[in-house]
């Protein structure tokens, strides 16, 4: 195979994927206007599902806007050598081994933000604005802005330079020592971030004694569910939708419960919600999600490191010879079908997991509570109530709201 032809594989991979997802966006959208199933008719009025209904076209339109300007940008720069341009820019500062990388994607990373904000500002103060969601004031958006900055230049500068360190140490079997370095990172984020990420963000405090709290720990009691964390927070600062998971693992575990869940529901509701999440809990999802993450990580690292210093990866993007940055960029393109294959296989295993979830709630005599609680949350987070079925198929991975509440009353 020659670099002209991985360009070009490159390249129709690119074009394939953008009007592959406007297929899909279409498809859905023409479902919009569908009538909405009878078991879901008593959750909208005639005025509320005009606006919901208003919500679902205006997102959609924006979401053609913005994949076309990310499309014609990504295109771009690979028709006219621009990823080879900033790596000339990046090399004429320092050709350190990992100095030159941390640049190029440096660069990329600030170029891409700043023509993506004016997107991102027109979704959060125009149309979530619009219709009611959006809470965040200017400047609580840059004082996230500049956190999210903080947080990718100590975590994502510092994982990648460990990973450059590796690969220029032994560049043979760096997919493994990579591969140990990520999974390790991932248990730490998955015990601690709710520790020590999620308090940069938002405040989070401990459920208040009383009806709820003792409801709750008395559900625990029962299914044999040791909560000892009940936490609310504030996410009402940012928006009005509302929400609740599931964190951490072993004895770093905690419930996290959003304050317009608990403004929303009733108590009866709220314990349904995370009866759902316990659910998942007991039937192990969180550690089979994570397991099978570690092992799709080890084998994309793995093809990676077969090819990481061949001259094709890097000549396919206009360079003369091998690059390890370069070659990671274009192999994350070339591994995209594969990426949107396992992510379809993913949303299967995903949905029969919210089934099971569903199934704990209901057994334990919470499945009207939780579809009140359902109807509720597709009702004030305006969900789409009629997805088309292959847009559903492929990217899914909560089944729609008709489909849970038709199996949770069969039970």
Not at 168 to 179: E, R
Not at 242 to 265: C, H, Q
Not at 302 to 310: D, E, Q, R, V, W
């Amino acid at each position: 195979m020659t670099a002209k032809i991985l360009y070009a594989i490159i390249l129709t991979i690119v074009v394939f994927g953008f009007f592959w997802d406007q297929i899909l966006g279409y498809l859905n959208a023409s479902w919009f206007n569908k009538p909405i199933p009878e078991i879901l008719s008593d959750i909208y009025d005639k005025e509320k599902y005009k606006k919901q209904q208003n919500y679902k076209l205006e997102n959609y339109r924006f979401g053609i806007l913005t994949s076309s300007f990310s499309f014609i940008l990504i295109s771009a720069m690979l028709i006219f050598n621009g990823f080879a341009f900033v790596d000339g820019l990046a090399g004429q500062i320092s050709e350190h081994f990992i100095l030159k990388p941390l640049i190029f994607f440096g660069i990329i990373f600030f170029a891409m933000d700043i023509l993506s904000t004016p997107f991102d500002v027109y979704d959060t103060f125009v149309i979530e604005n619009k219709y009611g969601f959006n809470k965040t004031s200017v400047k609580l958006y840059i004082i996230d802005k500049l956190k999210s900055y903080l947080l990718t230049g100590i975590l994502g500068i510092g994982l990648f330079s460990l990973i450059l360190w590796i690969y220029n140490l032994d560049p043979k079997n760096f997919w493994l020592y990579t591969w140990l370095v990520i999974v390790a990172f991932s248990l730490f984020m998955n015990l601690f971030y709710s520790v020590l990420i999620v308090p940069l963000f938002n405040k989070q405090t401990p459920l208040e004694d009383g009806e709820l709290k003792t409801m709750i720990m008395e559900f625990g009691k029962k299914t044999g569910f040791n909560i000892s964390k009940i936490f609310v927070i504030d996410g009402s600062k940012r928006s009005s939708k509302a929400n609740a998971y599931f964190s951490g693992m072993g004895p770093k575990k905690r419930i996290v419960l959003y304050d317009t869940l608990i403004s929303e529901m009733t108590n009866e509701e709220i314990l349904a919600v995370l009866a759902h999440e316990i659910g998942h809990y007991k039937h192990k999802h969180i550690y089979k999600s994570l397991i099978s993450g570690i092992f799709e990580m080890g084998i994309m690292l793995y093809i990676f490191g077969l090819f990481a210093g061949s001259d094709l990866l890097s000549q396919a993007l206009g360079l003369e010879k091998a690059s390890f940055h370069i070659a990671i960029l274009a192999f994350s393109i070339i591994y995209t079908p594969i990426t949107e294959i396992l992510g379809v296989i993913s949303s299967i295993f995903s949905r029969k997991a919210e089934y099971q979830a569903d199934n704990f709630a209901t057994k334990h005599g919470l499945g009207k509570d939780l579809i009140s609680a359902l109807k509720k949350l597709s009702s004030h987070n305006m969900s789409n109530l009629t997805p088309h079925p292959l847009v559903v198929f492929i990217s899914y991975s909560h089944p729609p709201i008709f489909e849970r509440i038709k199996e949770i009353q069969k039970l």
